[in-house]
């Protein structure tokens, strides 16, 4: 028993070290790492003004060429200066606007490049005035994003510095437009771009050769993402290079694609670069032959992430016309969504773009049982109070035993301490006279411990579709409460907003995360005393408030199921371990601890 209550407390107290990791290290790391980012621009900056170390358009001329369906250099070209802001960049080049209910933005005629989408539904802040989220933006603004599609192979094909001829000037949701380019040998570049009611593009290219020659083209699509986003950098969640292929689902750190470029073949699938709540993936065709990467440069010494892909060569004979379909998703990853996709348009686990865990059999269910109830309740924290009382009566047959073991073990203490006490110097006397004790109070060490780990991966995955999920973003529940996907706002350690100080994030506990800990605490009284060591006693007392500031720092909808399933758990507890303390010593013949 000893032993696998150690086990507990070294997972508990390494959660509290990955935890606790972000606050004491990879924070100050990212503050370190802007500020060297930052640094480093006003230094180009100066270069610039200097008439110095500018950086010139590198002519798409310049990639390799294709063969055999090499990936060569394929790259999106460097633009000149990285410190313009976002509204010089996009009125620098004429534009397609992009109408539709559920994003903002715009396609830019020089290069054909989609570099400027928000969304609606979202909005940066919960202040009134706050704008959309922003997923795209041109390339030289310090944090670009984009995604280009083209073509690699024979001379004079379009590239990013070509302006194209569109049929009209905007596109809306369900509609197209159609851009053209013909090159000096007369052929000519259709490229049809469309959108659907949500966040799917679909580009059709095609390529009609009115020379007399025959010309040889591979085409690409590429998502390019130039600096390095701030990420949560928990083990729970990955933001960062992901890609489905025929080897299934890969996910890559920044760190990784920093240390190695990432190569592999693929029949469809699709690649891309994920954020917690935001996705952008290229879904090429789902029978097409294809080249993927997932690959890192310095551009003008920035960073630049890029996922793409290249499908195989095809050489177009004079009079011929050659046509390819892929697709572009840049949006919010909605669960229901994404399962849309891939339901609808066999886009292989287009769902698992959002991070399910290990535990994905569990974690999926849990969070389609939280939509349905949020859809009844209109409210996510309440919907989150009935999942959680939902799921403890589950649980409720396995809690009860467990709670029945500890009330026993509870209750036999102080006769397991005389023992401990009376044998210390012969530990093998001690131990058999603890099983007969045992024995006697029918009393079994281990009925407490294997109920935890049953409800392991079920508390796991809960905490996991609560933090991932888009749906408690910006959510309100009641009172102070207007966003679950954020800390506690009313905090303690300022008077709740009396005191004019904004405490450091570590100390900016708020009353919720309090009562949390104060829920732990009372858990901890009820459960029998964890050995004999004083000084593991102490360190067990002082778990509840170490949660204290770890919940600080979680998303207040987390701290709302935590609290409320301690409240809950307590209570059925408090009932068990009564009931057990009111039985005759020697346990009671119709309530034994080996049901």
């Known amino acids: 028993m000893q032993d696998n209550r150690n086990l507990i407390m070294a997972i508990v107290i390494s959660m509290v070290i990955l935890l606790g990791f972000d606050f004491f290290y990879a924070k100050p790391q990212r503050e370190a790492a802007e500020k060297a980012a930052q640094e480093e621009l006003a230094k180009r900056e100066a270069a610039e003004q200097?008439?110095?170390?500018?950086?010139?358009?590198?002519?798409?001329?310049?990639?390799?060429?294709?063969?055999?369906?090499?990936?060569?250099?394929l790259a999106a070209p460097v633009v000149k200066g990285l410190s313009q802001s976002r509204d010089d960049a996009l009125a620098q080049n004429a534009r397609i606007e992009i109408q539709s209910p559920r994003v903002h933005g715009s396609i830019s005629l020089k290069g054909g490049r989609l570099d400027d989408l928000t969304l609606i539904d979202y909005k940066i802040s919960l202040e009134e005035d706050s704008g959309e989220v922003v997923l795209l933006s041109p390339s030289g603004t310090g944090m670009g994003y984009?995604?280009?599609?083209?073509?690699?192979?024979?001379?004079?094909?379009?590239?990013?510095?070509?302006v194209w001829t569109a049929d009209k000037n905007v596109l809306t949701a369900g509609g197209q437009v159609t851009l053209t380019w013909q090159n000096p040998q007369g052929v000519l570049f259709t490229r049809v771009i469309s959108l659907d009611q949500d966040y799917m593009f679909s580009v059709r290219q095609s390529v009609t050769n009115n020379s007399d020659q025959n010309i040889r083209v591979a085409p690409y699509g590429l998502v390019s993402r130039e600096g390095r986003p701030d990420t949560d950098q928990l083990f729970i969640l990955h933001e960062g290079p992901i890609w489905v292929l025929d080897e299934g689902k890969e996910e890559f750190d920044y760190d990784d694609i920093e240390d190695e470029n990432k190569t592999a073949e693929s029949t469809g699938g699709w690649l891309g670069i994920t954020d917690k709540y935001w996705l952008v993936a290229l879904v090429p065709d789902q029978e097409a032959k294809l080249k993927g990467r997932q690959i890192r440069d310095i551009v003008a010494g920035q960073e630049r992430f890029q996922a793409d892909y290249l499908r195989e060569t095809v050489q177009v004979a004079p009079g011929q016309i050659y046509e390819v379909t892929n697709g572009l998703f840049a949006g919010a990853k909605e669960v229901e969504l994404l399962d849309?996709?891939?339901?609808?348009?066999?886009?292989?686990?287009?769902?698992?773009?959002i991070d399910w865990g290990w535990f994905d059999f569990l974690t999926k269910p849990f969070f389609y049982g939280?939509?349905?109830?949020?859809?009844?309740?209109?409210?996510?924290?309440?919907?989150?109070?009935?999942?959680?009382?939902?799921?403890?009566?589950?649980?409720?047959?396995?809690?009860?035993?467990?709670?029945?073991?500890?009330?026993?073990?509870?209750?036999?203490?102080?006769?397991?301490?005389?023992?401990?006490?009376?044998?210390?110097?012969?530990?093998?006397?001690?131990?058999?006279?603890?099983?007969a004790l045992y024995k006697k109070e029918q009393v079994n060490p281990l009925a407490g411990c294997l109920p935890i780990f049953i409800q392991i991966p079920v508390m796991f995955a809960l905490y996991k579709v609560l933090y991932v999920s888009i749906d408690m973003r910006h959510a309100p529940f009641v009172g102070w409460i207007k966003d679950l996907s954020a800390p506690d706002p009313l905090l303690v350690?300022?008077?709740?907003?009396?005191?004019?100080?904004?405490?450091?994030?570590?100390?900016?506990?708020?009353?919720?995360?309090?009562?949390?800990?104060?829920s732990q605490w009372l858990q901890m009284k009820l459960n029998p005393q964890m050995g004999t060591d004083p000084i593991q006693q102490k360190i067990f007392m002082l778990m509840p408030w170490m949660f204290v500031f770890i919940g600080a720092q979680f998303a207040v909808g987390l701290v709302i199921y935590w609290t409320w399933g301690n409240i809950l758990q307590i209570i059925q507890q408090?009932?068990?371990?009564?009931?057990?303390?009111?039985?005759?010593?020697?346990?009671?013949?119709?309530?034994?601890?080996?049901?």
């Not at 849309?340 to 773009?353: G, T």
């Open 146 to 162: 984009y995604a280009e599609f083209g073509w690699l192979g024979s001379e004079n094909l379009p590239n990013a510095n070509t």
């Open 493 to 518: 350690t300022n008077l709740f907003g009396l005191i004019p100080w904004d405490p450091p994030s570590l100390i900016a506990i708020g009353i919720l995360p309090l009562l949390m800990g104060v």
């Open 574 to 595: 408090w009932v068990i371990m009564r009931k057990v303390e009111a039985e005759p010593s020697g346990g009671n013949t119709n309530n034994k601890a080996s049901k």
């Open 340 to 353: 849309k996709y891939e339901d609808n348009d066999n886009v292989r686990q287009f769902s698992y773009a």
């Open 370 to 435: 939280l939509h349905i109830l949020n859809d009844v309740f209109g409210n996510y924290g309440v919907a989150i109070l009935v999942f959680t009382v939902l799921i403890r009566l589950v649980l409720f047959p396995i809690a009860n035993k467990q709670f029945e073991s500890m009330g026993r073990m509870k209750k036999v203490q102080p006769k397991v301490k005389a023992l401990q006490e009376r044998y210390k110097d012969d530990r093998m006397k001690m131990q058999q006279e603890m099983m």
């Open 50 to 73: 200097a008439g110095i170390g500018a950086v010139e358009d590198q002519p798409a001329s310049n990639l390799p060429t294709v063969s055999g369906g090499d990936l060569g250099g």
